[in-house]
Every structure is written in C-alpha cells, then in structure tokens.
C-alpha cells in the first residue's frame, strides 16, 4: 500500500534523529521493534474485535488513567508514568486510541444524529471526561489537549457549523481579551450589538438574541482575563510568549521558542548537514529530542528537510483522510477522520510551537520524537485503522 | 444529507493543506529570507580561536640573523571552571600575592570579561616560568597556557632602525580592523614600516561549544579553519659586523653615523647614539623599562637621531656651496677670496680662525674657510644674470633641495624628518618682503642660520658627491622573503639625479675633499691603501659646544662607502667624529684595523659622562 512507504520512510527519517542522542538510541530502537511487533498483532487480530470491545477498551484505560496518579511513580514532578524497570508507560498516550474507537462505535450507530442535543452531550462527554481526567489528575495539559482534535471528526459527522463558528468566535474573543483593555472591548462589542440591533430591529426575538450573545461575550471577555490572572505563572508566560506581550527575556521564558527558532532558522536552505547541527546536538534547545525534535530536522536538513518532513506527515493525514471516505461502515470511517484530526493536531501544535505559531505545550511529533508511549500509541492507533480498512470490503453497507 | 456531510471532507482538508501551507511559508521565511538566526546560531555555538602568525625573521645584509621570535605563554583562565583551587600554592608558583591574585581574578569576572570567556590571567611568562608551571598546572582546573611569540635579538644592535613591538589599542583597532585590541604591531623602525610584510596572516580556528560553553572539537573537522600564514622575512642592508662596530665606537657619545654604499643607496651602518638593548623593549619588562629610558634627559636613548635629529649641516654645506658657486659660473677653482679671521665686507662677520689668506677653492675647503663661502654665498645669490635676488635665491634653494635637503630622503626608515632650507616666504616674513639681502642671510653659506639636515640627509649629500651628481634613495631593506624584486623596493631602483649634472664640478669639490686627507684637516687619519675623500667640520650649536662633524667617502674611484658623522658637543671634527668614520671606512673595506691605538681612544672616550676638553681647532 502507498502510505505504507511513507510510514516506512518516516520511520528512517526517525532513525537518523535518535542517533544523535546516543544513550537514548537504544532504547528507542528497542521502541521502533516493539511498534513493529504490535503492529503485526494488530493486524492479526480480527477486525471485529475493536468493533466489539471499543467501550471495554475505553473504560479500561480509563481506569488506568484514573489510577495512574495513585499507583505511578513521580518521573519529573509528573505524575501519569507506570514504570517498568528502565521503561516507562504514559496510559494518557493509549487513551488517544480508546477514545478514537469508543466515539466511533457511538456514532456509527445508524440511531444516532449527532446534531441531537443529547447525542452531542454524550459526545462531549465522551471526548471530555479523558481531557479533563489527564488535565485534572495528571496535570498534563499537551495530553490533554490533543482530544480537542476530535472537532474535525464531529464536523464530518455532522456537528452544526455554528457550533464551530461560536468556538471559533470565543476563541477570538479569548485573544482579544488578553491583548485588548478590557473596557475597550466592552465597548467594541455594544457597539457591535447596537448595530446588529439597527439592522434587524423588526424582530424582538431576535432583539433577545443579539442581547444576550453580548451579555456572553462580555462575561467571557471578563471570565477570560480572570483565568489568565488564575493561571499557572509559567502557562502565563507561555501565552505571553506566543502573543508578543510585554518584555519577553529571551533567556529566562523566552528562551524555549528563541533558541528553537534560531536552530531551525540557522538550518538555511539545505541544512548544515546530517550530525552537524550546532544548537541542537549541543543543548542550546531543550527537549530537543522530544517536544522539539522539529529542531533537528530544521538545523540539520533545513528548509528542504522540515517541507518533506510536513509534506511527508501532511500526505499521510490527507491520504488516511481518503481511506476514511472510501469506508463503507460508519465506524471505519469516524475511526480514520479520528486518526487524521489526532496526527494532524499533534503535527500542527508541534511544529507550530517550534517555529513560533503555536504556544508551547509539550506534545510530540508523531513517529519523531523519542517516547515509546506516544510511539506505541500511534502505532496502534494508525493500525487499528489499516486493519480495518483491508476489510473494508467485506463489510456491508 | 450523507452526501452533504461527505461534502464536508474537502473543507476539513481544505484546512489541513491551509495549515501545511503556513507552515512551509513560516519556515522559508525563517531559514531562508532571515538571516539573523543563522548570526545567532553562530554566535551561541562557534568560538572564534585566533592563531597567531609568526612574525617575520630580520636578517643583514650577509643573512646573519638580526631578529627572530621566541615562545612565551599566556596564563589564560576561565573563571566558571575554576574550582577548588589551592590559591596558596598558585600564588606561590606564580609568585604572586594573594590580593593580587583576586584583583586579577576579579577583572577576569568583571565586563568586558565574563566568567564564561578566557582572558588573559599573566601575560608572556617566559619558557622557564612556563615549564614549571606547566607540571602543576593540572591542579588548576580553569587555568591553561596559550603561546604567542615575542621577538628576540641575538646582537644587540640597530635597536632604532628595527623599531619595537607593542600592542594595538582601541584607536588602532578602529583604524585597522585587522587587528583586535592586544594584538601585536610594529610601533617604529622598519617593524612598522613593513609591517604589513613582517605581521603574516593570523589564522582561525572555528571551535564548537555547547550550553555551558564546554569545548566540542572543531567545527566540521577544520573545514573552514584558516592556518595562520607566517610573515615574510627581511634581508635588511645593514652590515651587521660593521654596524656593531660602529656602535663600539660611539659609545658614550652622543650623536649618529650613518654609512650608505652610494652605488646602491643602501645603508650599511645606522647608528643613534646612546642606543639600548632592543631585548628591553619586549614582553612583560617592556613597560618599565621603556619609562626607565624615557627618564635619560641627558642621552635620550628612545631619540632616533639618525632619522629625528636636525642638526646645523655646517662645513658640510660649504660644498653644496662650492657646487652651486662652480655650476653658476660664478666660481672657478681659481676664485680667491680673503678671510680676516672672518668675512670681511660684513666686519668679519662669520668669523672665521687662523689660516692663511687668501686662498683658492681647494685650499678653502680643506681649511673650511667661513669667509671664502660667505663670498661665494653672496655671488650666487647676487648673480646677475637673475637681475633679481628672489629668482637667484629660489634658484639656489632648488639646487640645494635636489641634494635632498630639506626635504624626506624618502627612505624606508620610520618617522623621518624633513630638515629645513628656508624659503623666500620664511624670510619674507621674518624680515619683511624686500627687506632682506644676501648679506642679511649670509650665514646660510657656510651651513648655519635655518639650515638643518639629518644625519641620514648628511650620508646621502657625501653619496651624492662621491657619484657626482645622483643617488638612489638610501634604504634598509635588501629583499624582502627573498626576493630583491619585490614591488615594495621599486622606489629604490630608481636613480635620482640632483641640479648639478656636470661632473668636472664635482671633480673640482672631490679634489679638495682629497686633499683634506692628503695633508689637510684629516691628514692624521690616512687609511694605507685606500685614497679617500673628507670634510671635517663643526657645527656651531646655539646650545652649547660644537657639534663635531665629518663626512667622507672611500675610496675616490668607484666609491664604495660613503660616511656621515655627528658627535653632539664634541667640537672639531677631526678629533671624534673623523677618526670614527675612518676607522669604520677601514673596517669595512680592509675588514681589519691598522689603528689600534685611534680604535682603543674611540672606544674608550667618554663624551657624556665626564667632561671632555674640547680640542681647538689648529688649522
């Protein structure tokens, strides 16, 4: 099969990347083997199966998420990690997966319109409950955003595009609050109402409605800056980092996303060849065989190297994209557009935050970075998919 | 409905190829347009290692060594990786104080020091102190050894004429971005004025560091390295036996000999005395020693005489005088003029001593008559196929400028003066337009008044009559790596010819020049086998005791060596200054004395220290 190249071809491309951090190469091979293995299990077992268990599955690592901040053991002051001896498991990285063939398996059912209000509650909640679970219990905010990515799942399912255009709206509104005086923005938006007002004045219904969306906005725009006054120093940092707010110190907060653009950015148009990166061999980038990995690619291989690495996982996601359109049962196909909004959330907030698009929240490059969880998630969360749509054939419509 | 939601594929798409697209548009903006980030990259992550050439060997003129450089260590220091360090015994072996230890450690951590950046902790430790250092150096994390050079002089000799070395500073950084502060340059001598020769090419060595500004190796296996290209020697024209020698004989006395080979303009022997060790000026002591010889009010050791010094030319002049007297017409070797112990029509003013009277152009020079060149002065500047004193003075000031006087030699000595011949516009000034004469300026004629000259200025004029009539520019350097025909000697390759092209007026002023050895005024300081021409002479000296002067070249055909001599104070010439000149003429040529006694005398007098009779002049 076509992409199977490209995953194999993305799987070399990782292989000169771990090189370069020699004590972790070692154990990331032993990593790419083991991906190997289960993907061959995964193909192996009937297709059925994951139709048949997608809630059990689900419910189980649910469990193990909730459990993990009890029975894990800190790594780092993080608390989602089962250890084994030298190895770790992150259970929030397989919740991915879970959640994929749980939504499916709820949505494929031919009663359901996700346009119904009670079916997009359960939804939500379906998505929800892990997102809130790993941000809440395990305090890891990049595991925990990444189920946001099911958007794209829900709007091929059928999702209203308001609801889309209101969250894209509150996120605006978001921003805005954080650069813009508050006051200002108040202004702003009874000026926007009164206006709205003027147009369609002929209908006090929808007199109402105008009132109240400015009402909401007003209270988010307030709600926005008390979070933001509520936050976290470093995450406050984090967001005024990526929105040019105030002095930023490019050694102290500043220094993650300078130091990593300025790697990617000295690569120039060739790179400076494969192991001779200056700035990420030598540590000026932190996590840069993780969370920055981009980095190296950018450094080393440099602009003709990060666009294949782009274009390469972009192909990837449109093409499992395809797959997911040519299934004949729903349930492949919620599953494959799940596959395609988690890899391309991950590709876009990664690279995003390397090269200053995208705030810095520490999730990995898919098949890049090193980390046998979020490896071993991936591969099965991309397996589970080619074995269902081998059999996509024998299913009727 | 399905079908409309298929529809929906294509903006989910539509998005994923929108971000895809901004993405690769970021990146090539960043890697390819930006270019601040590939500066930032090699700021944080390349340290720039300079390698210092080797600076340029110095040779005379038979290839025998003049300078060469010796190793010395600086004791650079890292502060961040200073750890633990017994200071006790640190301070011992460097023999420091402590205090003196944390002053410097403390300037080591202080801007524009880092605790991240070497800096120089002790500079130039000789090989010896480096040595014992070297073995204990291991229990001074932090602390290592970076060599440079220092130039070293195996003959002490010709310290002016080579110059010193000393460190560039911010002005000179600005100036000349090739060098960074501390670096060495050539401050004066001919280390300045080839400097550029001498210097090299300093190399570069790219190192890689990481975060904590450890060293990784270099960069690309020293792909983009420079090796640093050592600089070019220099075959200098000095004859070093005879340079030494001369030096010898002007010990104790103040003054400076210049020797030229007048067939090729170059400079045999250049010596300023007192002189100093060049070996003083170099390294650590350099500092100290050089205000310890800038105290010497009396000798002024640091003065470069030969090239610095103005002095009045004197009896020298009288025979550019004689020259322009004879090529005017307005002088024959047959001419008498009287002398009344001093210039008659202006009541024996400038005096002049006892000799007989009057007398003819040879018997005038070899008694230096004051009296006949004042004659002589006058006729030229009232000539009257002028009909005006201005044209027949700026005529005479042109012939004489063509002798080089008054005016840069244009040699390849450092910082060297111009001397005087007053111009019209001076006198012009000092007594008003139309109100001067020749009578006014009369002392002019036997080499007084405004008139000064170098030392070096002074050798040329002799080289200029022993060829009768030209001379090539005098200058110090032979060849350079080598190479006699480097472009940098072109200049003196090429012949000069003075005013005075006739060479049987030259003959007329040689002849008197001989005679003066002959049985004149340097009878006493015949060389056996060699016919030689001289002048003695004094130089009056508004300051005190004339100057002693004398010029001479040898032998008369096919000159080979021509000498120009000045011993401040010293009085008549041939009593100090002509019998240091021959015997450096005998040296030279013979390469063995047959005047000890003179030679032990030269040596032996000691003009500065105790207070020498002045000899009389007895003509």
């Given at each position: 099969m076509g992409w199977m190249n490209i995953y194999a071809a993305v799987y070399n491309e990782e292989h000169y990347v771990i090189t370069d951090i020699s004590q972790k190469y070692g154990k990331q091979l032993i990593w790419i083997v083991s991906s190997i293995v289960l993907a061959i299990i995964i193909l192996i077992i009937d297709e059925n199966f994951y139709t048949a268990f997608a809630y059990l599955i689900f419910g189980i690592f649910l469990v193990a998420n909730i459990a993990v901040p009890f029975l894990g053991r800190e790594v780092k002051g993080s608390r989602s990690w089962f250890r084994f001896g030298d190895f770790g498991i992150q259970p929030a990285e397989f919740m991915k997966f879970a959640t994929n063939l749980a939504l499916a398996k709820f949505l494929s059912n031919?009663?359901?319109?996700?346009?119904d209000y009670k079916n997009t509650f359960i939804t939500l909640i379906l998505i929800g409950v892990p997102l809130l679970i790993i941000k809440v219990l395990q305090d890891e905010t990049g595991l925990a955003i990444v189920f946001v990515a099911f958007i794209f799942t829900l709007y091929r399912e059928g999702l209203s595009v308001n609801y889309l255009l209101l969250g894209f709206l509150a996120i605006v509104l978001f921003i805005l609050a954080l650069l813009i005086n508050n006051t200002y923005l108040f202004v702003i938006i009874a000026s926007l109402c009164i206006i709205a007002v003027v147009v369609v004045r002929k209908n006090a219904r929808n007199l109402f409605i105008i009132a109240a969306v400015g009402i909401v906005a007003c209270t988010m725009v307030k709600g926005t800056s008390m979070v933001y006054e509520h936050m976290e120093p470093h995450q406050k940092i984090r967001i005024d980092v990526l929105l040019g707010r105030?002095?930023?110190?490019l050694k102290k907060e500043g220094y993650n996303v300078n130091q990593a653009k300025i790697a990617i950015g000295s690569g120039g148009f060739l790179g400076k060849g494969y192991l001779q990166g200056t700035q990420t061999k030598y540590d000026f980038v932190p996590e840069q065989d993780t969370d920055f990995i981009f980095c190296t690619v950018g450094e080393e291989w440099g602009f003709v190297g990060s666009t294949i690495v782009i274009v390469l996982l972009l192909t990837l996601i449109i093409r499992v994209v395809f797959m997911a359109e040519r299934q004949r049962s729903p349930f492949s196909r919620i599953y494959g557009y799940g596959v395609a909004s988690v890899l391309f959330f991950h590709l876009t907030v990664n690279v995003g935050m390397t090269i200053g698009l995208a705030p810095v929240i520490g999730i990995p490059l898919p098949f890049f970075s090193y980390g046998g969880s979020s490896l071993w998630s991936f591969t099965i969360l991309l397996f589970i998919f080619i074995k269902l749509d081998s059999h996509r054939l024998q299913i009727l419509r | 409905m399905n079908h409309q939601l298929a529809e929906r594929k294509y903006i989910i798409i539509g998005v994923f190829l929108l971000v895809g697209l901004a993405f690769i548009t970021r990146l090539f903006y960043i890697q390819v347009i930006d270019d601040s980030y590939k500066l930032d990259a090699r700021n944080q992550a390349f340290r720039y290692q300079t390698e210092f050439p080797l600076r340029g060997y110095i040779y005379d003129r038979n290839n025998k060594l003049l300078v060469y450089n010796e190793a010395a260590y600086d004791l650079m220091v890292l502060p961040k990786d200073v750890k633990k360090i017994d200071t006790a015994d640190f301070c011992d072996l460097l023999g420091i104080t402590k205090a003196v230890f944390i002053r410097k450690m403390i300037k080591a951590v202080q801007a524009p020091n880092s605790p991240k950046r070497e800096s120089i902790f002790e500079k130039q430790l000789s090989p010896r102190e480096y040595a014992s250092l070297q073995e204990r150096?291991?229990?001074?994390?932090g602390f290592y050894v970076q060599s440079r050079t220092l130039r070293k002089y195996p003959r002490t000799i010709a310290a002016h004429m080579l110059g010193y070395i000393g460190e560039a500073d911010k002005a000179m950084t600005v100036k000349d971005p090739f060098y960074k502060e501390g670096d060495y340059l050539g401050i004066s001598g001919i280390e300045k004025t080839y400097e550029k020769v001498l210097r090299g090419k300093k190399g570069l060595h790219i190192m890689m560091v990481d975060v904590n500004n450890s060293n990784k190796g270099s960069y690309m296996n020293g792909l983009y390295d420079t090796a640093a290209i050592p600089g070019k020697p220099l075959t200098t024209t000095i004859d070093g036996d005879l340079q030494a020698y001369a030096e010898q004989l002007m010990q104790n006395k103040i003054g400076s000999v210049v020797a030229l080979d007048p067939q090729t303009g170059e400079i045999l022997a250049i010596v300023t005395s007192p002189t100093y060790d060049p070996n003083l000026l170099v390294g650590r002591a350099r500092n100290k020693n050089f205000a310890r010889l800038s105290l010497d009010s009396i000798g002024k050791p640091l003065f470069n005489r030969s090239t610095m010094a103005s002095y009045p030319p004197g009896s020298t002049f009288k025979l550019v005088m004689a020259l322009i007297g004879l090529n005017e017409g307005v002088l024959t070797p047959h001419t008498f003029y009287p002398c009344a112990r001093g210039y008659p029509p202006l009541g024996g003013h400038p005096k002049c001593h006892a000799h007989p009277s009057p007398q003819d152009l040879t018997g005038a020079i070899g008694t230096s008559c004051n009296s006949y060149f004042s004659f002589v002065f006058k006729s030229v500047i009232e000539d009257r196929k002028y009909h005006d004193t201005y044209k027949a003075f700026q005529n005479w000031r042109d012939i004489a400028t063509s002798f080089c006087l008054g005016t840069?030699?244009?040699?390849?000595?450092?910082?060297e003066l111009r001397g005087n011949v007053p111009t019209i516009k001076y006198y012009d000034k000092v007594f008003g337009k139309g109100s001067w004469k020749a009578s006014t300026v009369i002392s002019l004629g036997i080499g007084q008044a405004e008139l000064g000259i170098t030392p070096l200025q002074n050798a040329n004029l002799v080289a200029i009559i022993a060829n009768k009539g030209w001379y090539y520019t005098p200058h110090i350097v032979k060849s350079i790596a080598g190479n006699p025909n480097d472009s940098l000697l072109d200049r003196f390759k090429v012949k000069h010819y003075t005013e005075?092209?006739?060479s049987a007026v030259y003959m007329n002023v040689i002849r008197g020049m001989a005679r003066a050895v002959e049985g004149g005024t340097a009878g006493a300081l015949k060389i056996e086998g060699i016919p030689y021409c001289a002048k003695t002479g004094t130089a009056q000296n508004p300051h005190g005791n004339d100057h002693s002067v004398f010029v001479c070249f040898a032998p008369i055909e096919n000159p080979k060596i021509a000498v120009g001599i000045l011993i401040e104070n010293?009085?008549?010439?041939?009593?100090?200054a002509g019998p240091i000149a021959r015997l450096m003429v005998e040296k030279y040529l013979k390469g063995k004395i047959t005047r000890p006694d003179l030679e032990k005398r030269m040596i032996e007098g000691d003009l500065i220290h105790k207070k020498q009779p002045v000899a009389k002049p007895k003509h």
């Amino acid at each position: 099969m076509g992409w199977m190249n490209i995953y194999a071809a993305v799987y070399n491309e990782e292989h000169y990347v771990i090189t370069d951090i020699s004590q972790k190469y070692g154990k990331q091979l032993i990593w790419i083997v083991s991906s190997i293995v289960l993907a061959i299990i995964i193909l192996i077992i009937d297709e059925n199966f994951y139709t048949a268990f997608a809630y059990l599955i689900f419910g189980i690592f649910l469990v193990a998420n909730i459990a993990v901040p009890f029975l894990g053991r800190e790594v780092k002051g993080s608390r989602s990690w089962f250890r084994f001896g030298d190895f770790g498991i992150q259970p929030a990285e397989f919740m991915k997966f879970a959640t994929n063939l749980a939504l499916a398996k709820f949505l494929s059912n031919q009663n359901i319109k996700i346009a119904d209000y009670k079916n997009t509650f359960i939804t939500l909640i379906l998505i929800g409950v892990p997102l809130l679970i790993i941000k809440v219990l395990q305090d890891e905010t990049g595991l925990a955003i990444v189920f946001v990515a099911f958007i794209f799942t829900l709007y091929r399912e059928g999702l209203s595009v308001n609801y889309l255009l209101l969250g894209f709206l509150a996120i605006v509104l978001f921003i805005l609050a954080l650069l813009i005086n508050n006051t200002y923005l108040f202004v702003i938006i009874a000026s926007l109402c009164i206006i709205a007002v003027v147009v369609v004045r002929k209908n006090a219904r929808n007199l109402f409605i105008i009132a109240a969306v400015g009402i909401v906005a007003c209270t988010m725009v307030k709600g926005t800056s008390m979070v933001y006054e509520h936050m976290e120093p470093h995450q406050k940092i984090r967001i005024d980092v990526l929105l040019g707010r105030g002095t930023v110190d490019l050694k102290k907060e500043g220094y993650n996303v300078n130091q990593a653009k300025i790697a990617i950015g000295s690569g120039g148009f060739l790179g400076k060849g494969y192991l001779q990166g200056t700035q990420t061999k030598y540590d000026f980038v932190p996590e840069q065989d993780t969370d920055f990995i981009f980095c190296t690619v950018g450094e080393e291989w440099g602009f003709v190297g990060s666009t294949i690495v782009i274009v390469l996982l972009l192909t990837l996601i449109i093409r499992v994209v395809f797959m997911a359109e040519r299934q004949r049962s729903p349930f492949s196909r919620i599953y494959g557009y799940g596959v395609a909004s988690v890899l391309f959330f991950h590709l876009t907030v990664n690279v995003g935050m390397t090269i200053g698009l995208a705030p810095v929240i520490g999730i990995p490059l898919p098949f890049f970075s090193y980390g046998g969880s979020s490896l071993w998630s991936f591969t099965i969360l991309l397996f589970i998919f080619i074995k269902l749509d081998s059999h996509r054939l024998q299913i009727l419509r | 409905m399905n079908h409309q939601l298929a529809e929906r594929k294509y903006i989910i798409i539509g998005v994923f190829l929108l971000v895809g697209l901004a993405f690769i548009t970021r990146l090539f903006y960043i890697q390819v347009i930006d270019d601040s980030y590939k500066l930032d990259a090699r700021n944080q992550a390349f340290r720039y290692q300079t390698e210092f050439p080797l600076r340029g060997y110095i040779y005379d003129r038979n290839n025998k060594l003049l300078v060469y450089n010796e190793a010395a260590y600086d004791l650079m220091v890292l502060p961040k990786d200073v750890k633990k360090i017994d200071t006790a015994d640190f301070c011992d072996l460097l023999g420091i104080t402590k205090a003196v230890f944390i002053r410097k450690m403390i300037k080591a951590v202080q801007a524009p020091n880092s605790p991240k950046r070497e800096s120089i902790f002790e500079k130039q430790l000789s090989p010896r102190e480096y040595a014992s250092l070297q073995e204990r150096l291991y229990r001074f994390p932090g602390f290592y050894v970076q060599s440079r050079t220092l130039r070293k002089y195996p003959r002490t000799i010709a310290a002016h004429m080579l110059g010193y070395i000393g460190e560039a500073d911010k002005a000179m950084t600005v100036k000349d971005p090739f060098y960074k502060e501390g670096d060495y340059l050539g401050i004066s001598g001919i280390e300045k004025t080839y400097e550029k020769v001498l210097r090299g090419k300093k190399g570069l060595h790219i190192m890689m560091v990481d975060v904590n500004n450890s060293n990784k190796g270099s960069y690309m296996n020293g792909l983009y390295d420079t090796a640093a290209i050592p600089g070019k020697p220099l075959t200098t024209t000095i004859d070093g036996d005879l340079q030494a020698y001369a030096e010898q004989l002007m010990q104790n006395k103040i003054g400076s000999v210049v020797a030229l080979d007048p067939q090729t303009g170059e400079i045999l022997a250049i010596v300023t005395s007192p002189t100093y060790d060049p070996n003083l000026l170099v390294g650590r002591a350099r500092n100290k020693n050089f205000a310890r010889l800038s105290l010497d009010s009396i000798g002024k050791p640091l003065f470069n005489r030969s090239t610095m010094a103005s002095y009045p030319p004197g009896s020298t002049f009288k025979l550019v005088m004689a020259l322009i007297g004879l090529n005017e017409g307005v002088l024959t070797p047959h001419t008498f003029y009287p002398c009344a112990r001093g210039y008659p029509p202006l009541g024996g003013h400038p005096k002049c001593h006892a000799h007989p009277s009057p007398q003819d152009l040879t018997g005038a020079i070899g008694t230096s008559c004051n009296s006949y060149f004042s004659f002589v002065f006058k006729s030229v500047i009232e000539d009257r196929k002028y009909h005006d004193t201005y044209k027949a003075f700026q005529n005479w000031r042109d012939i004489a400028t063509s002798f080089c006087l008054g005016t840069k030699t244009g040699s390849d000595l450092a910082n060297e003066l111009r001397g005087n011949v007053p111009t019209i516009k001076y006198y012009d000034k000092v007594f008003g337009k139309g109100s001067w004469k020749a009578s006014t300026v009369i002392s002019l004629g036997i080499g007084q008044a405004e008139l000064g000259i170098t030392p070096l200025q002074n050798a040329n004029l002799v080289a200029i009559i022993a060829n009768k009539g030209w001379y090539y520019t005098p200058h110090i350097v032979k060849s350079i790596a080598g190479n006699p025909n480097d472009s940098l000697l072109d200049r003196f390759k090429v012949k000069h010819y003075t005013e005075i092209k006739d060479s049987a007026v030259y003959m007329n002023v040689i002849r008197g020049m001989a005679r003066a050895v002959e049985g004149g005024t340097a009878g006493a300081l015949k060389i056996e086998g060699i016919p030689y021409c001289a002048k003695t002479g004094t130089a009056q000296n508004p300051h005190g005791n004339d100057h002693s002067v004398f010029v001479c070249f040898a032998p008369i055909e096919n000159p080979k060596i021509a000498v120009g001599i000045l011993i401040e104070n010293a009085g008549f010439g041939a009593t100090w200054a002509g019998p240091i000149a021959r015997l450096m003429v005998e040296k030279y040529l013979k390469g063995k004395i047959t005047r000890p006694d003179l030679e032990k005398r030269m040596i032996e007098g000691d003009l500065i220290h105790k207070k020498q009779p002045v000899a009389k002049p007895k003509h």
